[in-house]
């Protein structure tokens, strides 16, 4: 992604473009352009996924061309989301995206379950996840960093407690303003995008496996045991679909862009098109470097730690440990950042106590949100509960997407020219991400019922099947609706 001078251009057209609380001080400013937009889309999209997940994928369809094939269903979805989103975005630049596109289509209680589930679960468990996923490689450097517990039966460690010690550094660091935390974003973006080209660059380079990669489109034998290719094709798409998630995080600061009705469609675009690219090339450098058994069997599923020590043997751990150490600084930085802003706007309609919608006054940034979203985060990374969360919430935050994808379509009808959806074909890259997006929903939910060893597999591993995660994704975001019907109730006539 090349720099490029940002548009000094803040004007906005029309009451819907109107960030929240522009005009006053103690209230989120529009000061970002497009360049530092698009390294948030990227930064937050790029973490440690693209550098492991390829060898579950690979052991799931079993050859090079489905590898390349589930990618580019990936990438393809994420693009149609990234389009559609624009759209959303320019008629709704406010600071909260997602929750406002959805607390206008359908209402407030759809966007409350939205961001109760980024509070208690999506935006706060992924951080957790991320941090120990950068202190866990931080570890590869420094061997005295490990997950042995610090105490005897408790889960703490000395990897837990720096990953509460990389939030905390963010959450100070973004807590003087976005534009100090967007500059960051911009450094780190910039140098995961080399890191990745490096990467692509050496595996396309010196490898020459390509010529005899299986690129075919039958399942082998192995692979055709455990179920029919529709099922294991959805199965092997969650992993790269949502290693390219939280493309949709800049959209939580639409309120900070300049000329967002411009600007963040731009960002969206160029963002979600640059990580796609990249992907895609760095599975071709992983085929190009290394046979499929290769990928299928890297240890702890590092499978571009095994391609770089191809080519610097003894050397690679340590080399993408240094990249990833880099990529998923970049993706907390973005999350922390952006993620505060839902909190901000719920707080704004009534939704959380009144200082949730506080900002300090001379940084202009929600700093109580950033602390709330650093407590609970540091919490889950401390306790170790944070990834059977997300395998939960994978289920729910699907569904969310396919609910403002419909609302995209609702709004259409009712105003099409506001949303630019004047045209029968505006509606089909909704419609497409609608469907794609519904394949996998279907096959996580029922998928495990046309396995050939479900019975046996519900009865003796059922917390770990994709129906029981799914359904408890459910069951957690159902838990809000007491939430809100007491908040309703109840809430302070001052909030």
């Not at 803040?10 to 530092?36: C, D, I, M, V």
């Not at 092997?236 to 639409?254: H, P, R």
């Not at 090339?281 to 499978?303: C, M, T």
Request: aromatic share 12%.
């Amino acid at each position: 992604m090349a720099m490029a001078r940002e548009s000094d251009s803040s004007s906005e057209h029309g009451p819907n473009l109107t960030p929240q609380g522009a005009a006053g001080q103690g209230e989120l400013l529009p000061r970002l352009g497009w360049f530092s937009a698009a390294c948030i889309v990227a930064g937050s999209m790029v973490g440690s996924g693209i550098f492991i997940v390829s060898s579950d994928i690979a052991r799931t369809v079993g050859t090079g061309g489905w590898l390349m094939a589930i990618w580019v269903f990936a990438g393809l979805l994420t693009l149609l989301g990234a389009v559609s989103y624009g759209k959303l975005a320019a008629y709704m630049p406010k600071a909260g995206g997602q929750y406002v596109f959805l607390r206008e289509a359908w209402g407030e209680l759809p966007a409350f379950l939205y961001g109760w589930n980024l509070l208690t679960v999506i935006q706060t468990g992924f951080l957790a996840a991320v941090a120990v996923a950068f202190a866990k490689y931080l570890g590869v450097l420094v061997p005295a960093i490990s997950s042995a517990p610090l105490i005897s039966g408790w889960p703490m460690s000395l990897q837990s407690l720096l990953a509460v010690a990389v939030l905390l550094v963010l959450t100070l660091y973004n807590s003087t303003g976005i534009q100090n935390g967007a500059r960051l974003q911009n450094v780190f973006t910039s140098l995961k995008v080399l890191a990745l080209a490096l990467l692509i660059g050496v595996g396309l380079a010196f490898g020459n496996r390509l010529g005899s990669v299986d690129w075919s489109f039958t399942l082998p034998a192995a692979q055709a045991a455990q179920g029919d290719w529709l099922t294991l094709f959805a199965f092997a798409s969650v992993g790269a679909l949502f290693s390219s998630d939280a493309w949709n995080y800049v959209t939580f600061i639409g309120g900070e862009v300049k000329n967002p009705a411009k600007n963040l469609p731009k960002a969206l675009l160029i963002g979600t098109i640059t990580v796609t690219v990249l992907y895609l090339l760095a599975n071709l450098a992983y085929l190009n470097l290394l046979s499929l058994p290769q990928i299928q069997n890297a240890p702890e599923d590092r499978v571009a730690t095994v391609a770089m020590d191809m080519i610097f043997p003894g050397a690679g751990v340590l080399i993408m440990a240094g990249i990833i150490l880099i990529s998923t600084f970049g993706c907390l930085n973005g999350m922390l950042l952006a993620g505060a802003r839902v909190f901000y706007a719920m707080a704004k309609d009534g939704l959380l106590f009144k200082k949730f919608g506080e900002v300090h006054p001379k940084t202009h940034s929600p700093n109580f949100c950033l602390w709330v979203q650093f407590v609970w985060a540091s919490g889950l990374a401390l306790s170790g509960t944070y990834g059977q969360l997300l395998d939960y919430i994978v289920f729910s935050t699907l569904l969310f997407y396919i609910l403002t994808m419909l609302g995209l379509i609702r709004l259409g009808r009712k105003i099409p020219v506001a949303v630019q959806m004047t045209r029968k074909r505006d509606y089909a890259v909704p419609v497409t991400y609608i469907a794609g997006a519904s394949f996998i929903a279907f096959f996580l939910l029922f998928g495990d019922f046309f396995t050939p060893d479900f019975v046996s597999r519900f009865q003796s591993d059922l917390p770990h099947t994709k129906f029981f995660t799914s359904v408890a994704g459910i069951l957690l975001t159902a838990l809000g609706l007491p939430v809100y019907w007491v908040w309703k109730k109840t809430r302070p006539a001052s909030v």
